[in-house]
């Protein structure tokens, strides 16, 4: 089985440039969030997806924004790159009514 | 969410105990302790979750006292590969947000 799974592993842009970042979660769940880690610091929530939308949103600006799809996989949208975004993007998912997240191995972005 | 502290480091030998100790004075009747392991360059990792008294699994225990303003993670024996941060997380994890601090940075020694 599985778990979470990321894709890009690692990904360098340029500012200004946009980026797409892809999670398919564990088998059997159906919500995903996206999480923001930068160096040293813990993660930071960015949002929640269930059922194709977004249910919950952490202080992060429009230029983030994501998708969910009818298999549960997902997208991170980042537009109009800052050097600030550069962080390990995480995805974590869960079955609905359960406690636990699974987190994927993150997606490292560097902006120059 | 609740606020949680928990030291910044902590440095241990292999085989010894290591406990580390969370700070959670305004913690809502509603909210579960979860704690994380986090190594390098890799998502976090589910290591353990609690309301009250005692838990145990295969990797941990986990002691929270009776006005839950605070929770202890013991790891028993621990050896170089627990080296790793480890955040402590209170709030409604099964339908909120994680809310992660900077968690404790736990480095062990030979």
């Known amino acids: 089985d599985a778990g979470v799974t990321q894709s890009p592993t690692h990904l360098i842009k340029t500012r200004g440039q946009q980026v797409t970042l892809r999670c398919s979660p564990k088998?059997?769940?159906?919500?995903v969030s996206w999480y923001q880690q930068a160096l040293g610091q813990g993660p930071q929530f960015i949002f929640q997806?269930?059922?194709?939308?977004?249910?919950q949103r952490g202080n992060f600006p429009d230029r983030f924004s994501g998708h969910q799809f009818p298999n549960y996989s997902s997208e991170l949208n980042v537009n109009a790159l800052l050097l600030g975004d550069s962080a390990l993007y995480l995805c974590?998912?869960?079955?609905?009514?359960?406690?636990?997240?699974?987190f994927g191995p993150g997606t490292r972005l560097t902006v120059l | 969410l609740a606020k949680t502290t928990q030291p910044i480091s902590m440095d241990s030998y292999e085989g010894q105990e290591v406990n580390i100790t969370c700070s959670h004075n305004?913690?809502?009747?509603?909210?579960?302790i979860t704690w994380y392991q986090q190594f390098p360059s890799q998502g976090p990792r589910f290591i353990i979750q609690?309301?009250?008294t005692k838990v145990t699994n295969e990797v941990a225990s986990l002691f929270i006292p009776a006005d839950r303003k605070s929770s202890t993670l013991s790891l028993p024996r621990v050896s170089l590969s627990d080296t790793a941060v480890y955040y402590c997380?209170?709030?409604?994890?099964?339908?909120?947000?994680?809310?992660f601090g900077s968690g404790t940075r736990l480095q062990v020694q030979p």
């Open positions: 974590a998912s869960r079955r609905g009514g359960y406690n636990e997240q699974f």
């Open positions: 088998s059997g769940h159906d919500t």
């Open positions: 997806y269930y059922e194709e939308e977004e249910r």
């Open positions: 305004n913690i809502a009747t509603n909210d579960y």
């Open positions: 609690g309301y009250k």
């Open positions: 997380l209170v709030g409604d994890t099964g339908r909120r947000a994680l809310t």
